[in-house]
């Protein structure tokens, strides 16, 4: 582990830390929360500011000169303190917002408003409320996260939001990470195939995406001081890869840096992570803001920081230009990073339309999508045959208070929901009138075991409490939750649990219940969804994008230096062993694996071929496989393909996710699948070269329907060419046989 040693002064960290408790976000109410980031004005105010320069006057206002050339025009015309202006956060937004940077009314340049968040937008006015995060990648559905940034980037638009600081996508590296509902999971090809749908259907609307915390911002335990300290591989195979994947697939036109630090350094400060990896190596072309605040010194202008968030505190006029008089930054950084800038806002034609224009949010629309999110992303973990629930279904025991009232994670990702429903109704409207509905709020098992007894099937409805700002104490259910459901339990041959949790909890009751669905929280149309799915009107296909262990020590960093840290550093000292990789690497059998999930019907699969590629981009090894619904029902099955690597698979994950796709299929129906395996999911990243490279050797790719469950294989080699004049990219060539 390369330990850097941080460079602001004592003083420095601390206003920064005391900044960051008083902003400190967890429990605010959302509109608390964005009333403290930047004050309100009337709209007015700004109309008539942007309205100070008629539209057309500037020769940078001509829409149809390139974003990068209406951006060098506009910047040889800044002076200093206009151009120090587009690089932190402001007051004054006219329109509700978490974030602000004010308009140049003489040079036309508009004000913009950004806002959280992941699971819906978050201003301070009502939004719709999707499903957690995390429910995209249990999808294994680029086209589900696709419609969920639609409607996040729908409904910013509407708000009069500019840019939304979401998707969030930090590696599930610990399972109690507070924050883990807003990210996608312990994979790094999930999370960035996912996180780039997801920004492709916010920036669809016109709203720039921030992919962020930027990065291995892994835990929330010492969040702001916290470094991760972490090999140069490891950082790029596994926590790097996601943000480059989203980078790639979904060209966002922002980042957000982390609060924690890397290897001793401020990620926001972190020249080799901000430009060597994001720009560079990534082909990043945004601009990145800060978390709030997670900016250390006027420097890191120089190191790859655009915006400085929420306001101005290392990045003034007055710093900037002591700065440039002492020569720790340049005239050329300065102008960078706001051509960085307003490259982007002319992209997305922030300078060509009224940014402030709010508009109704179509409810409903919105809501059916959160509906089908939930539906395509719920997970079946155990059914020993109580589900699809009988249409003649009479005497049903709902209980828990989250079948009343959903649950929701904390902190920026919180919603203010235009509506919501709740699985009691939904569920009592599904039993129909001739059932008998009874509800406990679980508050007494005793009483709940009782309303069970005398019922055909108990639902009980349970969650955890992930919010950013801590972690989870520990891996069980809180609050008595595990001794309510063995009651039940007891009382009830026929119970299922139904879980409201943003990852894995312990099921020491596993045994004793029928079934269990982990419907993650499950978003404004939570209980339509959940009721449909225990009657079977729509087949579970959702799989877990991250392991559920099955005690609490099972986890890759179990030691204190790994986690929490100890002495302000957490040692990444399980390296490329996360989540999957760990338990197999290690033999551990996990409660539940990476990738697994139940359906009401059935999946056979077979004929696995694989296409003669290199390797290389422009010859890409293709999988091809044939799934069968070999079952009753409809259904959609996530299939799987993973990649056994040389020299990694004996020192480390014995494989790794390659590819993935669903594919939707009627009973006795087959389909041949064939998939692309990105050349990135067969390299390594070799350091030395600084590049990732596809290495000599046996390959092995398997597939089926998890990762602890795939009946087909074969292997292939490499053979290496070295190109001439190529340094470190390697030509591979392959010879294919069968296992
Ligand atoms: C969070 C970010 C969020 C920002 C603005 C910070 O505390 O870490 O995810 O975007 O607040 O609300």
């Given amino acids: 582990v390369h330990e850097r040693s941080p460079r602001r002064s004592a003083r420095r960290r601390r206003s920064a830390a005391a900044l960051a408790a008083v902003l400190a976000l967890t429990g605010l109410p959302a509109a608390t929360r964005a009333a403290q980031a930047t004050p309100t004005r009337p709209a007015k105010a700004r109309q008539a500011q942007s309205r100070d320069v008629p539209a057309g006057a500037h020769p940078w206002s001509n829409p149809s000169l390139s974003p990068g050339r209406r951006a060098r025009l506009l910047l040889a015309a800044m002076t200093l303190d206009e151009k120090v202006s587009m690089l932190h956060g402001a007051a004054g937004s006219p329109v509700p917002a978490i974030g602000y940077l004010a308009p140049i009314p003489r040079l036309g340049v508009p004000g913009i408003t950004m806002s959280d968040g992941p699971a ?133 036109g922002s980042v957000m840096c982390s609060y924690n630090r890397i290897g001793g350094l401020y990620s926001c400060s972190d020249a080799a992570t901000l430009t060597t990896m994001l720009r560079k190596e990534m082909g990043f072309d945004g601009y990145v803001v800060s978390d709030y605040p997670a900016t250390h010194a006027t420097t890191d202008l120089a190191a790859g920081l655009d915006v400085e968030l929420p306001s101005a505190v290392n990045v003034t006029t007055a710093k900037v230009s002591e700065a440039l008089g002492s020569g720790r930054l340049t005239q050329a950084d300065v102008d960078r990073r706001v051509r960085e800038v307003l490259t982007v806002l002319f992209r997305f034609g922030l300078f060509d339309r009224d940014t402030t224009a709010t508009a109704h949010i179509d409810e409903a629309a919105d809501n059916a999508v959160a509906q089908r999110v939930e539906e395509r992303s719920a997970v079946l973990l155990k059914n020993d045959g109580v589900l699809p629930l009988p249409d003649t279904t009479s005497g049903i025991a709902v209980i828990g208070v989250t079948a009343a009232k959903s649950a929701q994670g904390g902190g920026s990702s919180k919603v203010n929901p235009l509506s919501v429903d709740n699985a009691l109704d939904a569920v009592t409207a599904r039993a129909g009138t001739a059932a008998h509905v009874t509800y406990d709020d679980g508050g007494d098992p005793a009483s709940a075991a009782a309303a069970a007894k005398s019922a055909q099937v108990a639902l009980v409805f349970v969650h955890d409490t992930e919010s950013e700002g801590s972690d989870r104490a520990n891996l069980s259910l809180p609050g008595g939750q595990d001794a309510l459901i063995s009651a039940v339990a007891a009382a009830n041959p026929h119970t299922v649990v139904v879980l409201e949790t943003g990852g894995p909890v312990l099921m020491p009751w596993l045994g004793q219940v029928s079934g269990v669905l982990e419907a993650w929280y499950p978003g404004a149309r939570g209980g339509a969804a959940i009721a449909r799915l225990l009657w079977g009107d729509v087949n579970p296909s959702g799989k877990l994008p991250q392991t559920f262990p099955a005690h609490e020590g099972d986890v890759p960093a179990s030691t204190p230096r790994q986690y929490p840290g100890v002495n302000g550093r957490e040692s990444y000292s399980e390296g490329l062993g996360v989540g999957y990789r760990w338990y197999d690497a290690t033999g551990t059998a996990p409660l539940f694996p990476f990738g697994y999930g139940l359906s009401y019907t059935s999946f056979a699969y077979r004929d696995l071929k694989v296409a003669r590629g290199s390797g290389t981009p422009a010859d890409p090894v293709r999988v091809s496989f044939t799934v069968t619904n070999t079952g009753r029902r409809a259904g959609s099955e996530a299939a799987q393909v993973y990649v056994g690597k040389p020299h990694t698979r004996v020192t480390g994950p014995p494989r790794e996710l390659a590819a993935y796709t669903k594919v939707t299929l009627r009973p006795g129906r087959s389909e041949r699948v064939t998939l692309t395996v990105d050349p990135l999911q067969l390299a390594y990243w070799d350091s030395r070269a600084r590049a990732f490279t596809v290495r000599n050797g046996h390959y092995s790719l398997a597939v089926g329907p998890s990762s602890r469950s795939l009946p087909l294989a074969v292997g292939y080699d490499v053979r290496t060419r070295k190109r001439p004049g190529a340094a470190g990219h390697r030509r591979p060539g392959h010879r294919r046989h069968r296992k």
């Avoid at 301070?124 to 294994?140: C, D, I």
């Avoid at 916290?226 to 480059?244: C, M, P, Q, W």
């Fill in 120 to 252: 819906g937008v978050r201003n301070g006015r009502k939004a719709t409320e999707l499903p957690a995060p995390v429910a995209q990648a249990a999808s294994f559905d680029r086209e589900v996260a696709r419609s969920y940034g639609a409607v996040l980037g729908g409904d910013a638009r509407a708000l009069g939001q500019d840019q939304l600081f979401g998707p969030g996508m930090n590696i599930a590296r610990v399972p109690t990470n507070g924050r883990n509902f807003e990210y996608f999971g312990e994979d790094p090809y999930l999370a960035g195939t996912i996180s780039g749908a997801d920004v492709r259907g916010i920036q669809s609307k016109g709203v720039v995406a921030t992919v962020k915390h930027y990065l291995a911002n892994n835990q929330e335990t010492g969040r702001t001081t916290v470094s991760a300290n972490v090999d140069d591989r490891t950082l790029h195979e596994i926590y790097g890869k996601g943000f480059g994947l989203a980078v790639k697939q979904g060209h966002p």
